[in-house]
Nanobody, 130 residues
Framework: QVQLVESGGGLVQPGGSLTLSCAAF????????IGWFRQAPGKEREGIAC????????YYADSVKGRFSISIEHFNNTVYLQMKNLEPEDTAIYFC???????????????????????WGQGTQVTVSA
């Protein structure tokens, strides 16, 4: 069964760090990109980072560039999002999503990479507050 399971969210103080994980089950090699998204209350979902499967090239939204880092471990199909210098404005539910080959989904351009994300995890809450 295809699944994306996020973990690692929580409460952190401004200026702090947090690492999120996204475990992908049932995907194998059949995906084009995996990305991290976030949605704050009352705001639209925002694509913040993604990695392209074929060459591990990473892409970032301007809002997180220099502070967040996405990485992937292929041997266990896990994608990480390292977040540093967190700000209250980073408070949101964070989701990972995959663009599976031969499937259509929601169009997003994340850091310049256009993809159709058709499979989404349930999300993990990140709260940045003193």
């Amino acid at each position: 069964q295809v699944q994306l399971v996020e973990s690692g969210g929580g409460l952190v103080q401004p200026g702090g760090s947090l690492t999120l994980s996204c475990a992908a089950f049932g995907f194998g090699r059949e995906y084009y990109a995996i990305g991290w998204f976030r949605q704050a209350p009352g705001k639209e979902r925002e694509g913040i980072a993604c990695v392209r499967r074929r060459d591990d090239t990473t892409y970032y939204a301007d809002s997180v560039k220099g502070r967040f880092s996405i990485s992937i471990e292929h041997f266990n199909n896990t994608v990480y999002l390292q977040m540093k210098n967190l700000e209250p404005e980073d408070t949101a539910i964070y989701f990972c999503a995959a663009d599976r080959v031969a499937a259509s989904g929601d169009n997003y351009v994340v850091g310049g990479l256009k993809a159709q994300y058709d499979y989404w995890g349930q999300g993990t809450q990140v709260t940045v507050s003193a």
